[in-house]
């Protein structure tokens, strides 16, 4: 079964600084990959997605993604934090086969220091 | 204005009680999902449906229940067999075709505490 690990459950960074959330998956072949964040009692949203299709992926809010195959890691970049961007932040992977759900990482909780 | 929509917002329950949860899309997406998000455990799928009168177990389905009557409703109920019920519960739902395959759309969340 596919699987990811958030390796950091806390970041902290200063606003204006660069943001690195990373992301290791574990499958047997090239999977697909989600980015999400989400905002105090809110729901989910789409950051950014990998699908294969290239290995750099751009998502919303200048955020982006380096899916690296030798080191199975997706892990998720910004060049300059906002302080808009201190939210809690998940990793995921289709759990199998069809349409079965994600498997989800136990998130990143991003703080953005002023 | 397409979305998923989840009510109550808030939803208190005593214990014993049976609670249900309210999801509805008109994104006209096959796939509907429940999960639960528990401080620091990421989320945990419940149940999931890719058809109308048909759905499967997740991973933490029991003390669960779930109907799809209608392709744009999977409402999900809290028996008074969970045993730890308090938690935010979050629905999706997802196109099984197309560009945004495999890309799960979520709703706003109900809160569930257990009184």
């Known amino acids: 079964a596919q699987s990811v690990t958030q390796l950091d459950s806390h970041v902290s960074v200063s606003e204006g600084t660069p943001v690195l959330l990373r992301c290791n998956y574990s499958?047997?072949?090239?999977?697909?990959l989600f980015w999400y964040v989400q905002h105090p009692n809110k729901g989910l949203q789409l950051l950014l997605k990998?699908?294969?299709?290239?290995?750099l992926v751009k998502g919303i809010n200048g955020f982006e993604a380096e899916f690296k195959k030798s080191e199975t890691s997706f892990h998720l970049t910004k060049p300059s934090a906002h302080m808009s961007d201190a939210a809690e932040y998940f990793c995921?992977?289709?759990?199998?086969?069809?349409?079965?759900?994600?498997?989800f990482g136990k998130g990143t909780h991003l703080i953005i220091q002023p | 204005d397409g979305g998923i929509t989840q009510s109550p917002k808030y939803l208190f329950r005593k214990e014993g009680q049976n609670v249900t949860l309210s999801c509805e899309q008109n994104?006209?997406?096959?796939?509907m999902y429940w999960y639960r998000q528990d401080p620091g455990q990421g989320l945990r799928l419940i149940y999931y449906?890719?058809?109308?009168?048909?759905?499967q177990k997740g991973d933490i389905a029991e003390g669960y229940s779930v109907s799809r009557e209608k392709k744009e409703s999977f409402p999900l109920t809290v028996t008074s067999a969970q045993k730890n019920p308090t938690a935010f519960y979050l629905c999706?739902?997802?196109?099984?075709?197309?560009?945004?395959?495999?890309?799960?759309?979520f709703g706003p969340g109900t809160r569930l505490t257990v009184l």
């Open positions: 999706a739902s997802s196109p099984l075709r197309g560009a945004s395959y495999n890309e799960q759309f």
């Open positions: 499958s047997s072949y090239s999977p697909s």
């Open positions: 990998y699908t294969s299709a290239a290995t």
């Open positions: 995921a992977t289709p759990s199998g086969g069809g349409a079965d759900g994600l498997t």
């Open positions: 994104l006209n997406h096959d796939a």
């Open positions: 449906s890719q058809i109308v009168n048909d759905f």
